[in-house]
Nanobody
Framework: QVQLVESGGGLVQPGGSLRLSCTVS????????LQWHRQAPGKQRELVAA???????NYAEAAKGRFTISRDNNKNATYLPMNSLKPEDTALYYC??????????????????WGQGTQVTVSS
């Protein structure tokens, strides 16, 4: 019904940059926020950044000043350029919809959606 496809992850040296992208598709009637979460090995998932449809943003302390979330409402896409990457940024990064209303065969349904994730590894 809803697909979130992330791209842009990879291996980068400390101090380097990556730009994550996510496109959302499916039988979506409406949604508002787009978010990026991450999960490092042995740690809980954490919210990295969020952006509302109107453009207001929210960042984890670890992301402030280094990551910049944006979105293109016409393309149902969100982007996360990440600069000054550190080894502790190593994680699987997920694009998420905290809620989305979709059209199903049984009517409207509202739930949370997650992508499959893209791996970011920061290492020398």
């Amino acid at each position: 019904q809803v697909q979130l496809v992330e791209s842009g992850g990879g291996l980068v040296q400390p101090g380097g940059s990556l730009r994550l992208s996510c496109t959302v598709s499916g039988s979506i009637v409406r949604f508002n926020d787009l978010q990026w979460h991450r999960q490092a090995p042995g740690k809980q998932r954490e919210l990295v950044a969020a952006i509302a449809r109107g453009g207001s943003t929210n960042y984890a302390e670890a992301a402030k000043g280094r990551f910049t979330i944006s979105r293109d409402n016409n393309k149902n896409a969100t982007y996360l350029p990440m600069n000054s990457l550190k080894p502790e940024d190593t994680a699987l990064y997920y694009c998420t919809l905290p809620w989305a209303t979709v059209q199903t065969g049984q009517g409207l349904s509202t739930q949370e959606y997650w992508g499959q994730g893209t791996q970011v590894t920061v290492s020398s």
